[in-house]
């Protein structure tokens, strides 16, 4: 158990992090002033509601995941192509290198809770198997729904490159990943991988495996260019200001992988309510873009098909296009677009 909390702060790593802009007072902050609103008494009802509470609040039956055509998602493209595996997970294929954001593929999202947050599909762990080699890992951040300790250890074989926010890096090589083939990314840091501008940028959320270290790694989001697309992926956070201007330093963007869901009135200000998505979306200039943060943990207490259906609705009012893509299935930003409802038939 003690294991998924990762890497330890050491004195030397503390030195470094207060390097960043961003590090405040002994840990790392958001640019606007960000919390939950309920205290430890709220927790025990919240935490009966989160784990028993009855509805649509999970799929009637395992969701399943299109097995992945290794030779369709190699074969030579113009255009990103991306897979999405459910939650935060993405496989993508840009430049002929392929990328994988947020290897979450454990079975928990909740491995040190008492209660546990199961997965909504089965035998995910498998699926590392049929990956092929990966030019590029990148982590948004260390919470437990995005970075898993099984997870790594079955990637290591097949990861060449790591990009993660700043202080994450400490978790992989705790679990073994050789710390040469580490590059830590603080908020508007930018690099060329293979071709490729990746840019790392601000979210308002937090971080933590542990009692002890909220907050002691950073959080954000990453922008892909190529010479000819562009893709943003928003990572985790409550709406603000700082769309905007990723929009105006960053865009326009062709696409964009936009969080939605396990969102919640009392920690409104750590994840997007679906018109808040859809308005980030806009802010952000994104002509495109598909829900994630969904259709793989019950980390809230909405029906588990709600931030999409929301999603689609404001989507719709609000005149910002949209696709939805099934889980495993393979798309490229030249595709048509989908817009049928596959879930319907499982809730």
Not at 9 to 25: E, F, G, V
Not at 168 to 190: P, Y
Request: charged share 25%.
């Amino acid at each position: 158990m003690f294991k998924q909390f990762g890497g330890k702060i050491t004195p030397q790593l503390k030195k470094r992090y207060a390097q960043s802009p961003n590090w405040k007072d002994g840990k790392f902050e958001n640019s606007m002033e960000t919390g939950m609103d309920f205290s430890f008494k709220d927790l025990p009802g919240m935490l009966y509601k989160l784990f028993f509470q009855k509805g649509n609040t999970l799929p009637n039956e395992d969701l399943a995941i299109l097995p992945l055509d290794v030779e369709a998602f190699l074969e030579p493209s113009k255009s990103i192509k991306y897979v999405w595996y459910g939650h935060g997970v993405f496989l993508m294929r840009v430049n002929g290198r392929t990328l994988l954001i947020d290897p979450m593929f454990g079975p928990d999202a909740a491995p040190i809770s008492p209660f546990g947050s199961k997965r909504f599909s089965k035998n995910t762990l498998d699926l590392i198997d049929t990956l092929p080699p990966i030019d590029l890992m990148l982590l948004t951040h260390d919470h437990y729904d995005h970075l898993d300790l099984t997870s790594i250890q079955k990637l290591i074989p097949k990861i060449k490159n790591c990009y993660v926010a700043l202080g994450a890096g400490r978790h992989l090589e705790a679990w073994g990943v050789d710390a040469g083939d580490i590059t830590e990314f603080d908020w508007w840091d930018s690099t060329n991988f293979e071709g490729i501008e990746i840019t790392f940028t601000p979210s308002r959320h937090f971080s933590g495996r542990g009692l002890g270290d909220r907050a002691k790694s950073l959080w954000g989001g990453w922008v892909f260019k190529t010479k000819t697309e562009s893709l943003y992926l928003t990572g985790d956070g409550g709406y603000g200001p700082h769309f905007k201007e990723i929009g105006e330093r960053l865009g326009p963007f062709d696409f964009g992988f936009i969080e939605c869901g396990q969102y919640g009135e009392k920690w409104r200000q750590i994840h997007m309510f679906p018109d808040e998505s859809i308005t980030a979306a806009q802010d952000a200039q994104i002509k495109t873009g598909m829900p994630y943060h969904w259709a793989g943990f019950k980390l809230a207490l909405h029906d588990w098909t709600e931030p999409a259906e929301e999603f689609v609705k404001y989507a719709t009012q609000m005149g910002f296009d949209y696709t939805l893509p099934g889980l495993g299935e393979l798309n490229s930003l030249q595709d048509s677009l989908n817009k049928q409802k596959w879930w319907i038939a499982l809730s």
